[in-house]
């Protein structure tokens, strides 16, 4: 699978940002995905994870109540809606994918990897 992301920009604190991840290949419905994030000097964490129907979410606790995941699997496409968004989001966004039935966590768990993009929260 390939993945695209998308919808990084400049915000405001308390402000929000929507970004996709678009796949492709027929066989989307079958990986788990997941947004990380890397700060300068920071390790890439996972934000949040959606498994393969859309039933079951993992959040970190640094972005509960803030972000949702969410996904439509018949156009290949997941989101993360961002909302009151702080400085200490900014960081490059990455969609990841992994062939599997449970959420993981860790970032060396993904096969597949889209681009980044940024995000940058401004006080």
């Known amino acids: 699978v390939q993945l695209q992301a998308s919808g990084g920009g400049l915000m405001q604190a308390g402000g929000s940002l929507k970004l996709s991840c678009e796949a492709s290949?027929?066989?989307?419905?079958?990986?788990?995905i997941a947004w990380f994030r890397q700060a300068p000097g920071k390790e890439r964490e996972c934000v949040a994870a959606?498994?393969?129907?859309?039933?079951?979410?993992y959040y970190a606790d640094s972005v509960k109540g803030r972000f949702t995941i969410s996904r439509d699997n018949a156009n290949n496409m997941v989101y993360l809606q961002m909302n009151s968004l702080k400085p200490e989001d900014t960081a490059v966004y990455f969609c990841?994918?992994?062939?599997?039935?449970?959420?993981?966590?860790?970032?060396?768990?993904?096969?597949?990897w889209g681009q980044g993009t940024q995000v940058t929260v401004s006080s």
């Open positions: 959606i498994n393969r129907s859309g039933g079951r979410t």
């Open positions: 990841a994918a992994r062939y599997a039935v449970q959420i993981v966590t860790s970032s060396g768990q993904y096969n597949y």
């Open positions: 290949g027929r066989t989307f419905g079958y990986y788990i």
